[in-house]
């Protein structure tokens, strides 16, 4: 056994992160101001924001497969949520001392109204079109069984009153009144079972692979923007001007190899992106490893479940079980088609991208990142405990988990579908070795002359925040700018406010991008009345968390 572990080490070292030598020229270098590495909705987003600031500015987006929007930002590699903690309770911690934690809701909501402003921007300029390609209203819910749970639930609801953000959400423990809301979810339910239920009319379901098809489609209509679709990055090299040299084979024509040379460059890969952040040879990378984790759903296109829902429904994660794993059966609406998906179960495999290979994990396992990725594994043993629980079920024990939620289901009307990888971080830490992070990071070179974005969940709901803070990071003078200052207010009228306490300011930014994406938006009421929640015993006992995943 200790030689295995030995040759599985000396392998993982072989690959290290050393900057991979650009090999000979079969071309002239290709120049370029911005290289894009990624055809997902990161690059799809900054390329987009950089256009509109500079639009002098070249740029090249080099994709592996043969279209953008192929991975994870496919709208069937996720689950499509408007994620702004209208109903994911993995957002509202119970401290304690048994009241309820909002700061992370707020943080949510507030990155996703940033999404919706620039969205709106991008369908006001002509950029984006036909907003139900893209982005519907579908009720976000919260749904819960049992005294502790509801009890959470009317503590949460209250919590998120003293929120403008979040005005307008209702609360019921009516069997009737839910079931008028999510017919399927109570239907054959035990009359008797004590239940609780939030929703919120303003959530969304969006298809991001949409959102990134028409903005690439906007961009490629642009002289000074080109896509290079099956080129793979080989190879990085930076030059003593600290522009980058960067290899591209193209898959297309016996992977001939050429150099573009970058000013700029932004690794936007997906799970990709660790082990092409590691060849460039920044010792930033160094503090990261990353763990892969795949997604299926249950899906039913049946016109008679389709038609009879339309929500989506989250839960509570069980016990054992990681926050972000949340069981919930959703409204999809992909390329003009109503669709409902249940899960997520997750899945393991060492590959970094659905399209990717079984080698991704030990290729970008070095000499400074396995102390890390070894104290992530034997800090979380439950977590790899659930893994295997999730991978060793069967048919019917899905189907077993479908029916918590809609008792009256029929297997006959599902199908199991492999959603997309996603490759959470493993990030060095002084105390503890190495920790398990939920969340994205903007990793980049002290020069600003090459940043990659790692992690996962939530990504894509968030990408125009998310890309707003690597321009923040690596183009901080140009941000800082009275040019740049006046176009980011234009593209997000919200940009350096906070929404959060101003009831005015929320609603009028809730009203204008409702009205510009075609979505529903009524004025809030008066709050509901909702039962108190109960008080807590002051000392919780203490159970260990288990470490957040993103499925």
Do not use: C
């Amino acid at each position: 056994m200790k030689k295995m572990t030995a040759l599985l080490l000396a392998a993982a070292a072989s690959f290290s992160v050393a900057p991979m030598a650009a090999k000979a020229q079969a071309s002239q270098d290709q120049e370029t101001d911005v290289l894009l590495i990624g055809g997902g909705i990161m690059s799809a987003t900054l390329g987009t924001y950089l256009h509109e600031l500079e639009p002098n500015w070249s740029m090249t987006m080099v994709e592996r497969l043969d279209g953008v929007a192929q991975e994870s930002s496919n709208g069937w590699n996720n689950a499509g949520t408007g994620h702004s903690a209208l109903m994911e309770l993995n957002y509202t911690p119970q401290k304690k001392d048994g009241s309820i934690s909002i700061e992370k809701a707020v943080e949510i909501n507030e990155a996703f109204q940033i999404s919706r402003q620039f969205w709106s921007h991008q369908v006001n300029s002509g950029v984006l079109h036909d907003p139900h390609s893209f982005i519907n209203t579908v009720p976000h819910m919260s749904f819960v069984w049992g005294d502790d749970n509801v009890n959470f639930l009317r503590g949460r609801y209250a919590a998120l009153q003293q929120s403008s953000l979040f005005r307008g959400m209702k609360y019921s423990e009516d069997h009737a009144q839910i079931k008028a809301w999510a017919p399927l979810v109570m239907e054959g339910r035990d009359p008797n079972q004590k239940v609780a239920a939030t929703r919120t009319e303003i959530g969304t379901d969006v298809n991001y692979g949409e959102i990134t098809r028409q903005l690439v489609g906007s961009l490629q209509k642009k002289e000074n923007f080109n896509l290079s679709l099956n080129s793979e990055v080989r190879g990085f090299k930076r030059n003593a001007d600290n522009t980058w040299s960067v290899t591209v084979a193209d898959l297309k024509h016996n992977e001939e190899e050429h150099v573009i040379k970058a000013k700029f460059v932004f690794i936007g890969a997906g799970g990709a992106a660790l082990k092409l952040l590691q060849e460039t040879g920044i010792p930033e990378a160094e503090n990261y490893a990353g763990f892969p984790v795949g997604g299926q759903f249950l899906v039913s296109e049946n016109p008679e479940v389709v038609n009879r829902h339309l929500a989506k429904v989250y839960g509570q994660a069980s016990v054992g079980a990681p926050p972000m794993s949340v069981p919930h059966i959703d409204t999809r609406i992909l390329d003009g088609k109503r669709v409902v998906l249940f899960g997520p179960f997750a899945t393991f495999s060492t590959k970094f991208l659905k399209n990717g290979s079984l080698w991704d994990l030990l290729s970008s396992t070095t000499t400074s990142n396995v102390g890390p990725m070894v104290d992530v594994g034997l800090d979380n043993f439950d977590l790899v405990k659930y893994l295997i629980s999730q991978v060793m079920l069967s048919d019917d024990d899905r189907f077993e988990a479908l029916k918590e939620y809609y008792p009256d289901a029929k297997q006959a009307d599902w199908r199991l579908w492999q959603a997309g990888q996603r490759v959470q971080i493993i990030k060095r830490d002084e105390e503890k070795g190495g920790v398990l992070r939920l969340g994205t990071e903007v990793v980049s070179d002290k020069e600003g002359t090459v940043a990659a974005l790692l992690g996962a969940s939530p990504g894509a709901s968030t990408a125009a925040p998310i890309m707003l803070h690597l321009m923040e990071k690596v183009f901080k003078d140009k941000v800082a700018s009275p040019e740049w200052q006046a176009k980011l207010k234009t593209i997000i009228p919200s940009y350096g406010t906070a929404l959060n306490g101003n009831v005015d300011a929320t609603e009028q930014e809730l009203e204008y991008t409702s009205r510009v994406l075609q979505l529903k938006y009524e004025k809030p009421q008066a709050p509901d009345a909702a039962p108190q929640a109960e008080p807590q015993a002051t000392s919780q006992p203490e159970n260990k968390p288990v470490a957040d995943i993103a499925l």
